[in-house]
C-alpha cells in the first residue's frame, strides 16, 4: 500500500514536470488527504459516525466509490466552511478552515470523478458544484 502511493506522488511529481493533465486516482488521493486532515475526519474516518461512513470511509483508498454523484457534488460546497460554522462544529477555524487551493482541488477531484462516471454528461454535473445546494434533489 506504502509503494502504491509512492508510486501515485512519483506519477504526480512527473506529470508536474511534463506539464501533464493531472490524474483522476491523484486528484482522489489528494482529496483524501486533504479531508482527513479536516473536521470531516471526526465523522468520515472509523469510529467516526456510522451513518456518514456509509457515506464515505476516508480509511478507504477509493473513499469515494460509495457515493453517488449527487452525494459527490456537495463536497466542494460543504467544505467551503466559514469560521462560525467550524467554531459551531467545534473546530478551530486556523487548523479546519480549507484553503483555496485545497476547494480547488476538491472542485477538480469531484468534476473527474463524475467525468469518469459519466463521460457523455460531465459538463453538466460540474457547473452546479459551486453552489452545492442546487443540484440537490431528494
Ligand atoms: C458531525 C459529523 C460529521 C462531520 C464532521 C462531517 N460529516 Fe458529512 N455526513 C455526516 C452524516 C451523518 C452524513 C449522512 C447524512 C444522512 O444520513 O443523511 C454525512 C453525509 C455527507 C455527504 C453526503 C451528502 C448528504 O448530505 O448526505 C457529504 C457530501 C458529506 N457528508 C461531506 C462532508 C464534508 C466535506 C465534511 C467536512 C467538511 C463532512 N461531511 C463532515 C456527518 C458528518
Given at each position: ?17 511534463c ?5 483522476l ?26 451513518r ?12 469515494a ?62 457547473e452546479?458544484?459551486q ?8
Amino acid at each position: 500500500m506504502a509503494l502504491w502511493r509512492l508510486l501515485i506522488l512519483n506519477l504526480a511529481f512527473l506529470s508536474g514536470v511534463c506539464g501533464a493533465v493531472e490524474s483522476l486516482e491523484m486528484l482522489r488521493v489528494e482529496s483524501r488527504q486533504i479531508l482527513r486532515t479536516r473536521l470531516c475526519g471526526n465523522c468520515h474516518i472509523p469510529p467516526g459516525n456510522s451513518r456518514a461512513l456509509k457515506i464515505y470511509n476516508l480509511d478507504r483508498e477509493n473513499w469515494a466509490f460509495s457515493m453517488s454523484e449527487r452525494q459527490l457534488e456537495q463536497i466542494p460546497g460543504r467544505a467551503d466552511l466559514q469560521d462560525e460554522e467550524i467554531v459551531e462544529m467545534g473546530g478551530d477555524p486556523h487548523r479546519h478552515k480549507f484553503t483555496k487551493r485545497e476547494l480547488e482541488i476538491l472542485n477538480r477531484y469531484v468534476r473527474a470523478e463524475i467525468k469518469d462516471r459519466n463521460p457523455a454528461a460531465t459538463l453538466f454535473g460540474a457547473e452546479h458544484n459551486q453552489s452545492g445546494e442546487a443540484s440537490q434533489q431528494r
